[in-house]
């Protein structure tokens, strides 16, 4: 009882954690998409501070990533990306699972998880060695390809419609196995592929 009890207060300050990372992320990505129309209107005053607003975001990313972490010790790699990954990853790759694991909780970030190039931003930020990293995750060997569920697309960028596999979510916060789903989408997944055919 005590151990269940433990691993239900650590999977809330989990996925609290993990919806402020998407939350940052979302809003890291507005200042950038904001600052890139408006730069020909600023100041370089205004610019400046811009700036310094989103290296702020990114410093805030990157503790709170911090954070998991210690929750994923302090599980003793049960829960969280250490259970999924059987590996630790990247910041960027992260705040990919956040944004997947938001939008299984609440239905929130649909429009993040619509495409692969929606979600290059939010979750890679400014640093376009991030961005290369996240959209690479998505080939057919990439690291988070095999867990998440997509509509194909004609490249990379418009495979659509992610969602994060059940059985994946299930293991990031220490949930009982349960296919059903995942087998219900690959059934689903063939039938379609069939009828394009």
Known sequence: ???????????????????????????????????????????????????????????????????LRAIEQRAKGGIGIPAVFDADVSNCIRV??????????????????????NLLQPAGGDSPQDLIAVRESFRKTGLLRQHIHCEPGRTIDEMGNLTLS???FRKLLALEPDSECDELFNARSLVALAGRR
């Open 166 to 168: 059940e059985t994946s």
């Open 96 to 117: 990919a699972v956040a944004i997947f694991a938001g939008r299984a909780i609440s239905g929130s970030w649909g429009h993040e998880t619509r495409y692969v190039g």
């Open 1 to 67: 009882m005590k151990d269940t009890e433990k691993m239900d207060g650590l999977r809330t300050e989990y996925m609290t954690t993990l919806a402020e990372i998407a939350g940052l992320a979302v809003d890291r990505a507005s200042h950038i998409a904001g600052d890139q129309g408006m730069n020909a209107l600023r100041s370089p005053e205004e610019a400046a501070e811009s700036l310094k607003i989103i290296e702020k975001i990114n410093r805030r990313i990157a503790d709170t990533c911090n954070k």
